[in-house]
T-cell receptor, first 114, second 114 residues
Framework: AQKITQTQPGMFVQEKEAVTLDCTYDTSDPSYGLFWYKQPSSGEMIFLIYQGSYDQQNATEGRYSLNFQKARKSANLVISASQLGDSAMYFCAMREVNFNKFYFGSGTKLNVKP | GAVVSQHPSRVICKSGTSVKIECRSLDFQATTMFWYRQFPKQSLMLMATSNEGSKATYEQGVEKDKFLINHASLTLSTLTVTSAHPEDSSFYIC??????????FGSGTRLTVV
């Protein structure tokens, strides 16, 4: 079974609008962390936001927020007020703390239209 | 914030030669480092997990003798691609962990074997 599933290979959003990138995960480790990374064409991985499995509140970092629904095992990324510079690949990732494993989803390519 | 330096950023080598890629944590001690491989337009594939002072744990299907990983200190891990062949051409990226939640990625190395 896939550990991290991103069902949207590509997304388009109009500049200044909000967009949600989907991510579901599967783990038996009760302690885990969920991450979102942005990868521009240069290849570097840019950390965006983190959510711990025991965190009660949804994480927020500036224009990024993580919609964490533990029972559904989903961790969707919401980007508000999209900017042209947000065009990139976005990866959802999960760390299983007890198993010391780190997994990435297949990614979503976001294109922001002017 | 935490910084991970990875170099070289690009390397071209002849088939049959070996290439070493370095990953350094600049301002923190990395107890665990991860090495990934990324094919064009695909996700990151975890190759191995290295813990300082012990042998690396390789993922299934990754050749240990071909991809040598050394994590001799808390600030340095190296990946050596031995007897490189054109099919080893890829983007290699490392990440370092200093604690339960913190992960920082290097900027990646684009390897081309000719």
């Amino acid at each position: 079974a896939q550990k991290i599933t991103q069902t949207q290979p590509g997304m388009f959003v109009q500049e200044k609008e909000a967009v949600t990138l989907d991510c579901t995960y599967d783990t038996s480790d009760p302690s885990y962390g969920l991450f979102w990374y942005k990868q521009p064409s240069s290849g570097e991985m840019i950390f965006l936001i983190y959510q711990g499995s025991y965190d009660q509140q949804n994480a927020t970092e500036g224009r990024y927020s993580l919609n964490f629904q533990k029972a559904r095992k989903s961790a969707n990324l919401v980007i508000s007020a999209s900017q042209l510079g947000d065009s990139a690949m976005y990866f959802c990732a999960m760390r299983e703390v007890n198993f010391n494993k780190f997994y990435f989803g297949s990614g979503t390519k976001l294109n922001v239209k002017p | 914030g935490a910084v991970v330096s990875q170099h070289p950023s690009r390397v071209i080598c002849k088939s049959g030669t070996s290439v070493k890629i370095e990953c350094r944590s600049l301002d923190f001690q990395a107890t665990t480092m991860f090495w990934y491989r990324q094919f064009p337009k695909q996700s990151l594939m975890l190759m191995a997990t290295s813990n300082e002072g012990s042998k690396a744990t390789y993922e299934q299907g990754v050749e240990k003798d071909k991809f040598l990983i050394n994590h001799a200190s808390l600030t340095l891990s190296t990946l050596t691609v031995t007897s490189a062949h054109p099919e080893d051409s890829s983007f290699y990226i490392c990440s370092a962990s200093s604690d339960r939640d913190g992960y920082t990625f290097g900027s990646g190395t684009r390897l081309t074997v000719v």
